[in-house]
């Protein structure tokens, strides 16, 4: 400790020298009570973080400047404690000083005491958005705990799970992997959103089987959960339920397996599943927040219809779906990517579909830049089969260069978020009509594989 002290106070103690200034006018000028300055430097007070962080900007040093150097003084000394780290590992987070915050971590993780205190320290830095920080946390506790069989350690999985989400498809198929065994470790409350969260990764990424798989447990244990909810409320007793309705659990399995049931071209199965999250006389709460998830469902079972019709054969609907998707706007994208998937099916004329909503199809292909939610990647993955399936459907029709640019956006867009079963399909289909392409499409298409060969 003694021999970092001089290092520190070494720099201050020449810059105060140089610059002819008094201590006790550093003080005053800084605002640190002299009599603490004093004891700082003469070594018989520890550096606070707040202390260090003043002396560095009255230096005229970056923030920071010092952490390195302060991380080894903090295990210097025998007298350290949470209630000093704290403040320090706060700093480093909003400074972005990750290798002085992980190299604190980890010194302190060779004490078992202090594994609590940083896990409830990791949950507040999720809260407030500092991500790469908690994270850090989150994977040490994780190391330290890997053979135990508490909680925490499944919580610590879950949030590494959450937050390592990103829109590499390849990373986020790994991350599914590696949380899944560790669900049923979970509280019930927190078990029910995380297999929502998996279904939903699984869903992005076209693992139907899976997805089905977790949704089913969703809803078996949503069901049961719902059982025990309203027994204990005819007995009188609390019950520590979801921020989300319970039932809605229930409904959102449904709307899974119709979707994937869709998917699979099992038309019946999936309209059977719209008639269970439309009905919902069996559900007993009818407070607000139920009943704005109820209208949810019910507009959902509208719009899925339309569609579960549509793509079954029965086009004569066209119209009128198209008529009803320009009142909801936040449908239209989904809608669209069933009219076209419809379109190349049956052989359908759907230009005046594609020229109605240009502008949507435009937008979303210029400010998709990333991937965020589950939503946006099941979105992602759809979007760039919606592209590539436009981009057919133009070059049936004899139309090469519009389907050539949509099979080059497709083929961006999936090289974005390394979809590789989209970027193998639009690679196939420009091959086929590589020798109507301009030199400038020539010249887009070898641009984005030269990006692809970069990423690897």
Avoid at 51 to 70: A, K, N
Avoid at 327 to 348: D, P, V
Avoid at 402 to 416: E, K, M, P, R, T
């Amino acid at each position: 400790m003694e021999l970092l002290h001089k290092t520190i106070r070494s720099e201050f103690l020449s810059y105060i020298n140089e610059n002819k200034i008094l201590i006790y006018h550093f003080a005053e000028k800084s605002g640190i009570n002299s009599g603490t300055l004093s004891r700082v430097i003469h070594g018989s007070q520890p550096f606070s973080v707040k202390i260090l962080d003043i002396i560095t900007e009255h230096m005229g040093l970056d923030e920071g400047y010092f952490y390195d150097q302060y991380v080894d003084e903090l295990f210097n000394d025998s007298s350290i404690n949470w209630r000093r780290l704290r403040p320090f590992m706060m700093r480093c987070s909003e400074l972005g000083k990750n290798d002085c915050f992980e190299r604190t971590v980890d010194m302190m993780m060779e004490n078992v005491a202090y594994i609590k205190p940083l896990f409830e320290f990791a949950e507040l830095l999720n809260s407030e958005g500092r991500a790469v920080s908690a994270l850090i946390i989150y994977r040490k506790v994780c190391e330290a705990e890997r053979y135990q069989h508490a909680e925490r350690l499944a919580i610590c999985q879950y949030r590494i799970f959450k937050l390592s989400i990103s829109d590499d498809q390849h990373n986020n198929l790994e991350c599914a992997v590696q949380f899944e065994p560790f669900v049923a470790r979970l509280n019930e409350v927190d078990q029910l959103d995380a297999l929502k969260d998996l279904t939903n990764t699984f869903l992005s990424l076209r693992r139907w089987d899976k997805a089905s798989k977790v949704a089913e447990e969703m809803g078996r244990l949503a069901r049961i959960q719902y059982e025990i909810k309203h027994k204990r409320i005819r007995m009188g007793k609390s019950y520590n339920e979801p921020a989300k309705p319970l039932f809605g659990y229930i409904l959102y399995a449904h709307l899974i397996l119709g979707s994937i049931a869709e998917e699979k071209d099992d038309y019946q199965q999936a309209l059977y599943h719209v008639s269970c999250y439309e009905n919902h006389d069996w559900i007993k709460e009818n407070d607000t927040a139920a009943e704005k998830t109820k209208s949810q469902f019910r507009e959902w079972a509208k719009a899925n219809k339309y569609l579960y019709q549509l793509v079954s054969g029965e086009v004569h609907i066209l119209d009128e779906y198209v008529e009803y998707l320009a009142t909801k706007e936040n449908e239209i994208l989904r809608g669209l990517f069933k009219i076209m998937k419809s379109a190349l099916t049956y052989n359908l004329n759907v230009d005046h579909v594609l020229e109605r909503f240009q502008d949507t199809i435009t937008s979303y292909i210029q400010e998709r830049v990333t991937i965020g939610s589950y939503t946006d990647q099941i979105m992602g993955d759809r979007f760039v089969h919606f592209l590539a399936d436009v981009g057919d459907y133009y070059l049936d029709t004899d139309r090469a260069h519009a389907g050539i640019q949509y099979v080059l956006n497709s083929l961006a867009i999936s090289a974005n978020i390394k979809n590789e079963r989209c970027m193998l399909r639009c690679i196939c289909a420009f091959d086929t009509v590589r020798h109507l392409a301009t030199g400038d499409e020539l010249h887009q298409y070898t641009t984005i594989l030269r990006e692809v060969r970069k990423k690897k």
